[in-house]
T-cell receptor
Framework: ETGVTQSPTHLIKTRGQQVTLRCSSQ?????VSWYQQALGQGPQFIFQ???????GRGNFPPRFSGLQFPNYSSELNVNALELDDSALYLC???????????FGSGTRLTVV | DQQVKQNSPSLSVQEGRISILNCDYT??????FLWYKKYPAEGPTFLIS?????DKNEDGRFTVFLNKSAKHLSLHIVPSQPGDSAVYFC??????????????FGEGTQLTVNP
């Protein structure tokens, strides 16, 4: 069991740029969710993927998109970065509906 | 619309005493509740959960109480230890919904346990 690994740990981007954040889940974890945690706030649900299909989305604009791959890795892509996108981005995965989520340590994104 | 609310941003207790962290929710569809603990530079780690069919769940030093009529839950830690110092998040889900596994988090409470 290797846990949930996110990369990079920190990232600085310029407003208007695009960014890709990566997550490597444990083998067999076919459900992955992404959360955004702004400073002083709780994590906010962005979207969820199950077997490579998006099956749930929070209140985030379409410039937030994702992919899930057969090898249990996933990506969060954000286009046209805004200053308010600065946050900790968390990936969480689980084995199935009867199991809890395991969170990664997150990627700290700063948009300047 | 903050559906899960933790009204106390911080709590300080003495080692050995009880820590009580509170959480309120507004969405009647929530039927599963969880507490996560988060240390700096780490992701949230699961602590304890409770289904809406129960009013109490206990795991060692940690007990979660659920009052459905008041839409309120609390986490009790007895006895508190300095290693318990962390940010505690309350989270809820509505498992009957299509994306029933999505978690709605509160803002978190910073617990500090003083030696």
């Amino acid at each position: 069991e290797t846990g949930v690994t996110q990369s990079p740990t920190h990232l600085i981007k310029t407003r208007g740029q695009q960014v890709t954040l990566r997550c490597s889940s444990q083998s067999g974890h076919n459900t992955v969710s992404w959360y955004q945690q702004a400073l002083g706030q709780g994590p906010q649900f962005i979207f969820q993927y199950y077997r490579e299909e998006e099956n749930g989305r929070g209140n985030f604009p379409p410039r937030f998109s994702g992919l899930q791959f057969p090898n249990y890795s996933s990506e969060l892509n954000v286009n046209a970065l805004e200053l308010d996108d600065s946050a900790l981005y968390l990936c969480a995965s689980r084995l199935g509906s009867n199991y809890g989520y395991t969170f990664g340590s997150g990627t700290r994104l700063t948009v300047v | 619309d903050q559906q899960v609310k933790q009204n106390s941003p911080s709590l300080s207790v003495q080692e050995g005493r009880i820590s009580i962290l509170n959480c309120d929710y507004t969405n009647s569809m929530f039927d599963y509740f969880l507490w996560y603990k988060k240390y700096p530079a780490e992701g949230p780690t699961f602590l304890i959960s409770i289904s809406s069919i129960k009013d109490k769940n206990e795991d060692g030093r940690f007990t979660v109480f659920l009052n459905k009529s008041a839409k309120h839950l609390s986490l009790h830690i007895v006895p508190s230890q300095p290693g318990d110092s962390a940010v505690y998040f309350c989270a809820a889900s509505a498992r009957k919904e299509t994306s029933g596994s999505r978690l709605t988090f509160g803002e978190g409470t910073q617990l500090t346990v003083n030696p």
